[in-house]
């Protein structure tokens, strides 16, 4: 199982973390994405780390803002979101999934992911 948390209600320019733990199951085998469904949006993948953690990947509006990253011994990935925009305003999952041997594997696709956290809501003010 999966949980997200760390969202809120922030300031435009300001920052929150975000934290994704596992539980019934480590996280060391599993490439980690975080996702973000905007009110009246589709979802769509933001970042994601690989099973190594040396391999990472951001959509490129976030570039520069966002960093993810993973404590395998907290079993935890994070997103660490600055100069956080009202445009950042949504839910925010994040999903696991298992590639095997290819632990420097990223994706932004939901199909690529197996397992899901429930979301954390992310509001912004201008």
């Known amino acids: 199982q999966l949980q997200a948390s760390g969202g809120g209600l922030v300031q435009a320019g300001g920052s929150l973390r975000l934290s994704c733990a596992a539980s019934?199951?480590?996280?060391?085998?599993?490439?980690i994405g975080w996702f973000r469904q905007a009110p009246g949006k589709e979802r769509e993948g933001v970042s994601s780390?690989?099973?190594?953690?040396?391999?990472?990947y951001y959509i490129e509006y976030v570039k520069g803002r966002f960093t993810i990253s993973r404590d395998n011994a907290k079993n935890t990935v994070y997103l660490q979101m600055n100069n956080l925009q009202p445009e950042d305003t949504a839910v925010y999952y994040c999903?696991?999934?298992?590639?095997?041997?290819?632990?420097?594997?990223?994706?932004?696709?939901?199909?690529?992911?197996?397992?899901w956290g429930q979301g954390t809501l992310v509001t912004v003010s201008s």
């Open positions: 999903a696991a999934g298992s590639f095997g041997q290819y632990l420097d594997y990223v994706s932004v696709s939901e199909n690529a992911y197996e397992y």
């Open positions: 019934g199951f480590t996280l060391d085998d599993y490439t």
């Open positions: 780390i690989s099973a190594s953690g040396g391999n990472t």
